[in-house]
Each structure stands twice: as structure tokens, then as C-alpha cells.
């Protein structure tokens, strides 16, 4: 009977990540008469619970900048639905870890699931970092090619507004979607020094930023001026580019080093050991 028991208690894990779930659905259902959207709404309800959220408010503080900066505004919806994706996705783990046990016959493998599931929300944490970097990297290689292009324009004799609408047609990037944005704010009456601002802000690299204050420092000036400022600025980036380029390089070059010292080593071992063994 104890062995039993000992055996069969990692079932417990699921049957009580099961129940906790579908008494989050139920009272849902009870409450509002239909049932959760999706599968992230019974733990989500119980994030944005007001005592719960007072004390995860903090700790989810910098993910909602991050989402802020990916997808331009991060609600308290948004943000709680993040993280009941990472709770989720932990519950889901522990839970197989138990039934996985169970079936295995190891009630020690609980442990293993249990290191995997509370590492799920910080990997998680780290995909997301991975991807704003990513986004920057992207913005970051686009600015040269935006500001030689304005520039053209702006010597072809296109006024500031119109050529940045004309550098904004392309809406299949980031740079370019974020420069539309802020076209957008000034069509619907917000002042220019305000809406480049926040272009640079949602950019969130330093050259948005000084791109944003050449416009607004040279667009009274225009003609010969103002485009040769955004070319001293596109020289600037481009060399920034560059040396990007470099590093990723010597970055990329610094990693195959270890699987071709892996390799090196099997082969030797391979040609290796037989010598070895004849000789013994």
C-alpha cells in the first residue's frame, strides 16, 4: 500500500492543476454565462484579481516596457495575458512531470519538471528580450538607407512633410511603420517636434532620436542645408553599420570555434583508437 502511494502520488500534481483550472473556468462561466475565450483567460482573471496583481504588478514592470516597445502599447490586459502565458505554460510542465512519473515508475523525475516548469516564464522573459534586440538590430540597419533616401528627396526639391510621407510608403518594416505612425499623429493635428519625440522614443536606438532632432533643427532651413545634414548623419550611421557588421562577424566566427574543436577531437579519437588498440 505505501508503495503504491509512493508510486502513484505525482498524479496528484495534474489532478490539482486540473481541478484549480476548471474551477477558474467554471466560475467564469457562472459569473459571466459563457464560457473563456481562450485557454490563458481563467489565469489571467486570477492575475488582474486586485490583491494578486498588487503583489505581480512589480515584477511584470519591465516585460511591459519590452511589449510596449515591440508592439507600440502594452495595457494591463496584455501584460496580464503575458504572464498567464508563462504561468500556463509552467503548469503544463509540472503537470506532465507528474503524469510522465507516474507512468515511468520514477517519482523523482517530478524534480526535474518542477527545474524545467519555473524556468519557463524566465526563458520566456529571455525570448522576448531577443526579439526587442532583434527589432533594434532591424531599425538600427534601415536608418542609412532612410536618410540617403530623404535626402534624395529633399534635393529632388520635396518639402520635409513630403518627403518623409514619400520615405514612409514602404510599410513592411519596423523604421518604416514607426515613421507612418508618426506622420499619422501629425496629420491628426499633433505638433511635429512632438510626434518625431515619440518616433524616436518607440525607435528606442540613440539614432532615431538624433535623426528626429536634424529634422527639427533643419527643416526651417531646407534645401542644400538640410540635406547635407542628413547625409553627415547617413556617413555616421553607416559607419555604425559597419563596425556592427565586424562584430557580428568576429561574434559568428567566436562560436564555430567550439563545435570545430568538438569535431576535431572525434575525429582524433576515431582515427585514433585503433592505433591504440593494435598497439595494445
Known amino acids: 500500500m505505501a508503495g503504491a502511494l509512493e508510486r502513484g502520488w505525482p498524479l496528484l500534481l ?3 492543476l486540473l481541478s484549480v483550472y476548471g474551477w477558474a473556468a467554471w466560475r467564469r462561466f457562472r459569473v459571466s454565462g459563457t464560457w473563456p475565450m481562450d485557454w ?3 489565469i489571467r482573471r486570477w492575475l488582474e484579481a486586485p490583491p494578486v496583481w498588487a503583489g ?6 519591465r516585460p511591459r516596457l519590452v511589449l510596449a516597445f515591440l508592439e507600440g502599447a502594452c495595457g494591463k490586459e496584455r501584460l496580464a495575458r503575458w504572464a498567464a502565458e508563462g504561468a500556463g505554460l509552467a503548469g503544463i510542465l509540472l503537470g506532465s512531470g507528474g503524469f510522465i512519473s507516474f507512468l515511468a515508475g520514477e517519482p523523482g523525475m517530478v524534480a526535474l519538471f518542477a527545474v524545467l516548469a519555473a524556468a519557463a516564464p524566465f526563458l520566456r522573459w529571455k525570448d522576448l528580450n531577443r526579439k526587442a534586440e532583434e ?3 532591424q531599425i538600427r540597419r534601415a536608418m542609412p538607407e532612410l536618410l540617403v533616401r530623404l535626402a534624395i528627396v529633399v534635393n529632388a526639391g520635396e518639402n520635409v512633410m ?3 510621407e514619400r520615405c ?3 510599410k513592411d518594416h519596423p523604421l518604416a511603420l ?3 505612425s508618426a506622420l499619422e499623429a501629425m496629420n491628426r493635428g499633433e505638433s511635429m517636434a512632438a510626434a518625431l519625440e515619440e518616433f524616436g522614443r518607440r525607435c528606442g536606438i540613440p539614432e532615431a532620436k538624433r535623426f528626429a532632432s536634424a529634422v527639427l533643427i533643419n527643416m526651417r532651413r531646407g534645401g542644400d542645408s538640410f540635406a547635407a545634414a542628413l547625409q553627415d548623419l547617413a556617413r555616421a550611421m553607416w559607419e555604425q553599420r559597419k563596425a556592427e557588421a565586424r562584430t557580428l562577424g ?7 570555434s567550439f563545435p570545430l574543436a568538438v569535431i576535431f577531437l572525434i575525429v582524433m579519437a576515431m582515427v585514433g583508437t585503433p592505433t591504440l588498440l593494435m598497439m595494445g
Open 40 to 42: 490563458t483567460e481563467p
Open 250 to 256: 568576429e561574434l559568428a566566427s567566436s562560436r564555430l
Open 178 to 180: 514607426e515613421l507612418a
Open 14 to 16: 495534474p489532478a490539482a
Open 162 to 164: 513630403r518627403a518623409l
Open 168 to 170: 514612409a510608403m514602404s
Open 135 to 137: 527589432r533594434r538590430r
Open 56 to 61: 505581480v504588478q512589480p515584477l511584470l514592470e
